[in-house]
């Protein structure tokens, strides 16, 4: 029980922390909106992002239990990439649905993207996740087998995956305080709070006030209550931008009849 325990924190954990190494450099270098500057990705404040974890516990226990039950090869290896990749769009859109319709916030935003559920998920990024299942079947695999084999082995390392745990857990604690706070306000004002535009918010705050972006510590500005006040006049300012052009072009279309 205790080996498994292990071994399961420990995958969680890694892949945790290489997702979000990954999205660091994906929103620095690849993403249509990259900025230009190093952004810390995610909703807790350390280098880590839980749905990574999942992804790579769940991808691990795809490979070692589904794929041996398929007694032709090609067949199970089909399949289990198929259900690699849809497991990882599962655990993507409850991630993001838990985070909606309980703190009122939206973590990322795919509403641009065609085929979008929700904006929580779309067929580009499943074939990414699809794209991330084929990279770890046939190249991570074989690593993630001898790292779990040596943490079996190796029961000392319980203490460091205890202690990044205690870590993990007072980081995430912290930040379920401050989703309190975005979930008032956003029931207060009937919203949901779009993480990465409140995001861009602060960074506008730190600009205009002069004063240095925290890589990490992000959020922790002197008056958080004012960001968000700002955020939401933002939102408007946004939305009737959005409305006034909308009645353009619908007056457009009736003077073209």
Same mark, same amino acid.
């Given at each position: ?40 990705? /995610?909703? $807790?404040? @350390?280098?880590?992002? &839980?749905? #990574?974890? %999942? ?59 065609? /085929?979008? $559920?929700? @904006?929580?998920?779309? &067929?580009? #990024?499943? %074939? ?33 995956i205890g202690l990044f745990g205690g870590v993990f857990l ?88």
């Amino acid at each position: 029980m205790v080996r498994a325990f292990t071994i399961v924190a420990s995958l969680f954990f890694c892949g945790s922390f290489l997702g979000w190494v990954m999205e660091v450099f994906y929103r620095r270098f690849v993403s249509h909106r990259k900025e230009g500057k190093w952004i810390n990705p /995610g909703f $807790l404040t @350390g280098p880590y992002l &839980p749905i #990574y974890g %999942f992804g790579l516990v769940g991808l691990f226990l795809l490979k070692q239990y589904l794929l041996p039950l398929f007694p032709d090869e090609t067949t199970g290896t089909v399949v289990t990439l198929v259900v690699m990749a849809l497991s990882m769009t599962l655990i993507e859109y409850v991630g993001g649905l838990i985070f909606i319709k309980g703190m009122g916030i939206k973590l990322w935003d795919y509403s641009d993207q065609w /085929g979008n $559920l929700q @904006g929580i998920i779309c &067929p580009l #990024y499943s %074939f990414f996740w699809a794209v991330v299942a084929v990279v770890y079947f046939f190249l991570i695999d074989p690593f993630a087998v001898r790292w779990v084999n040596w943490i079996g082995s190796h029961m000392e390392s319980l203490f460091f995956i205890g202690l990044f745990g205690g870590v993990f857990l007072v980081d995430f604690w912290n930040s379920v305080d401050m989703s309190v706070k975005i979930r008032k306000f956003a029931k207060e004002n009937k919203i949901v709070v779009k993480y990465e535009e409140l995001k861009a918010s602060v960074r506008d705050f730190w600009k205009e006030t002069h004063e240095r972006a925290h890589f990490l510590r992000f959020f922790h500005v002197r008056d958080f209550r004012e960001n968000l006040s700002r955020y939401l006049k933002e939102q408007d300012e946004k939305y009737k931008r959005y409305k006034e052009e909308q009645s353009r072009k619908s007056l457009t279309r009736k003077l073209k009849k």
